[in-house]
Structure formats: C-alpha cells, structure tokens
T-cell receptor
Framework: GAVVSQHPSWVICKSGTSVKIECRSLDFQATTMFWYRQFPKQSLMLMATSNEGSKATYEQGVEKDKFLINHASLTLSTLTVTSAHPEDSSFYIC????????????FGDGTRLSIL | AQSVAQPEDQVNVAEGNPLTVKCTYSVSGNPYLFWYVQYPNRGLQFLLKYITGDNLVKGSYGFEAEFNKSQTSFHLKKPSALVSDSALYFCAVRDPGGKLQFGAGTQVVVTP
C-alpha cells in the first residue's frame, strides 16, 4: 500500500530554535501534500495544502512566515517551524495524495514537537 | 459547507461483539466519505472510502461502512471486534477543493 514517511517522529528543542519536519511519499507521486496539527484528544486541524512546485496555501489563522512549507518534488515536502516557542508544541502530521481529488490521503506517523 | 459529525466521543464494546461507530454528513452535492483510524502517537490509517456505487463499502481489517443517503449517515461497522481495534476513529468528507473535513473522532475501547 501507499506509504508516507515522516521524520523525525519526536523532537525536543529549546525555544527560539527552528525545526524542520520532512514528509516523503515512498511509493507514489504526491502531487498534493497536507500538513495538520493535532492537539491532545482533538481532531486534526489543517494548516496548509501544497502542490508540487507551487506555493503552499495556508488556512486562515496559520502564519505562513512561522510555518514554512516547501514541496519541491513529487516525493518530498518539508515543514519548518521557525523560531519555535512552547505554544508551538504539538503533534504535526503530514499526508500525501496522488493526482485526483478522489484519491485517498495517506498519512505519515506524525512528529511530536516539544519546545522547552 | 461540507461537514461530518461523530455523535459519540467513545464507544465501548466487548471483544467478539459487533462494533458500530456512527457518522452523519452534511454536504451539497455528492458526498465523498472516508474512514480513518489512529493509534496512539501515530498518523491516520486509511480504512475505506465511499465515492459512488454500492452502499456497502468494504475496507481494511474487516471493517465496512454503509452509506445511507436518506439518513445522511456513513456508519463504520465490524461484525466481531478485537482488542487490537481499540483506537481513535475519524470520519471525513472531502470538500470541493479536495480538502478533508474531519469529524471530532470517536475513541473505541474493546475490552477482553
């Protein structure tokens, strides 16, 4: 089946550090990738959508200068949390979909980010 | 606007008993519906989808879902639950822009 690899799975860093999270589709071409944030015992909140080679589209209320998204190839998207602060601590999940709105989204295993 | 609702925060069932996780939807046009499962500290795993065709959709791990247009429901079912089915289940609908709108999630607890 379709596999999405997300790395790292867990990161702890000091306040003010920038953190990069990678999301790779291993066996299909991900024309569209999504980044979500999930708070404990809550549903997923979509942060942004990116299409390969294009700028990401951010949801309302998500700071694009804070959460930098790059989708430079059909198999890789990155999310960089710039100058992270404790309130950025969360579980971040990426997902990828091949071309076509009817295709299912496949999710990475998430990244637990803890900012001290 | 497209949305789904999961009316139950938690469902408790004994192992071997039937499991049902409820989902209702509100869409304009044809609904594209999905079920995902999430284990602790993991991403979501795709279980099944309904786009068109048969109202009974079969998915992974023995799960199935029944699309009911008159009741605007898409309940997830499994005839005989396993302890390993204990997880968080999300119903989702795809909006016209291709984004998934998730329900709040239902925690399933299967007891031995």
């Amino acid at each position: 089946g379709a596999v999405v690899s997300q790395h790292p799975s867990w990161v702890i860093c000091k306040s003010g550090t920038s953190v990069k999270i990678e999301c790779r589709s291993l066996d299909f071409q991900a024309t569209t990738m999504f980044w979500y944030r999930q708070f404990p015992k809550q549903s997923l909140m979509l942060m942004a959508t990116s299409n390969e080679g294009s700028k990401a589209t951010y949801e309302q209320g998500v700071e694009k200068d804070k959460f930098l998204i790059n989708h430079a190839s059909l198999t890789l998207s990155t999310l960089t949390v710039t100058s992270a602060h404790p309130e950025d601590s969360s579980f971040y999940i990426c997902s990828a979909r091949s071309q076509g709105n009817n295709q299912p989204q496949h999710f990475g295993d998430g990244t637990r980010l803890s900012i001290l | 606007a497209q949305s789904v609702a999961q009316p139950e925060d938690q469902v408790n069932v004994a192992e071997g008993n039937p499991l049902t996780v409820k989902c209702t939807y509100s869409v304009s046009g044809n609904p594209y519906l999905f079920w995902y499962v999430q284990y602790p500290n993991r991403g979501l795993q795709f279980l099944l989808k309904y786009i068109t065709g048969d109202n009974l959709v079969k998915g992974s791990y023995g799960f199935e879902a029944e699309f009911n247009k008159s009741q605007t429901s898409f309940h997830l079912k499994k005839p005989s639950a396993l302890v390993s089915d204990s997880a968080l289940y999300f119903c989702a609908v795809r909006d016209p822009g291709g984004k998934l709108q998730f329900g709040a999630g239902t925690q399933v607890v299967v007891t031995p």
